[in-house]
């Protein structure tokens, strides 16, 4: 799963969204391709920049991971 550490969204708005399990939830499993967002993951209602930006902060990371292991498989 995934975990937020610092949280500054509006709270009620874009802090609803990181305290949602059911929003947070849906990245479990995902990967190893990245997601859009829409298609793979739905965005949170009234959260669409907090939706876009924890979509990236995992497709970064599944890239670090996907880079990782190809360095390592070398």
Known sequence: ???????????GIGGAA???RDFMGQFMGKGPD???LGVDVDAY???????R???EAV??????????HQDLGR
């Open 1 to 11: 799963g995934i975990e937020v550490v610092v949280n500054e969204e509006t709270p």
């Open 18 to 20: 990181i305290d949602s």
């Open 34 to 36: 990245n997601l859009r």
């Open 45 to 51: 209602s009234g959260a669409t920049l907090t939706s």
């Open 53 to 55: 930006g924890v979509n």
């Open 59 to 68: 497709n970064m990371t599944l890239d670090i991971c996907r880079f990782i």
